[in-house]
């Protein structure tokens, strides 16, 4: 299981509710396509967190350039008015922040950590919930 951060190219805050509503539903096609149950994907307007489980056989770097270049694309496709903002044709930045879950990060701290991101903002919205599946 992993926790990635992926922020926005340039920080750019464009992630609305309607934004993150399709980007739910991305994940939903991604995960039917490949073997990654997203357990948990929350956001604020220029970064989004994944809570996600994955088969071994799919690296981290491999996990990252599937859900990035996907979901990208998709955005670009369904909401043209986000290519304006973010010029260059890149929806994330080349970096991002992975973590995986451990002895001193289970599942409920890493969950905790989600979902307060943006508490002093009061801009956290957490866009999916669901149950732990094995594979």
């Known amino acids: 299981?992993?926790?990635l951060v992926f922020p926005l190219k340039y920080?750019?805050?464009?992630?609305?509710e309607d934004v993150g509503k399709t980007l739910i539903t991305i994940?939903?096609?991604?995960s039917e396509r490949y073997e990654?149950?997203?357990i948990e994907?929350?956001?604020e307007s220029n970064h989004v967190h994944f809570l996600i489980q994955s088969v071994p056989k799919l690296s981290i770097s491999k996990l990252v350039r599937i859900l990035k270049s996907l979901t990208a694309r998709e955005m670009f496709r369904l909401h043209p008015e986000i290519k304006l903002l973010l010029w260059g044709g890149n929806f994330w930045t080349s970096g991002f922040y992975a973590n995986?879950?451990?002895?001193?990060?289970?599942?409920?701290?890493?969950?905790q950590y989600v979902q307060n991101q943006g508490k002093d903002k009061e801009e956290y919205k957490k866009i999916h919930s669901g149950q732990l599946k094995l594979f």
């Open 41 to 43: 994907i929350g956001h």
């Open 27 to 30: 994940c939903a096609e991604i």
């Open 1 to 3: 299981m992993y926790h």
């Open 100 to 111: 995986t879950v451990g002895l001193y990060a289970g599942k409920e701290v890493i969950q």
């Open 11 to 16: 920080r750019k805050r464009v992630i609305t």
């Open 36 to 38: 990654i149950e997203f």
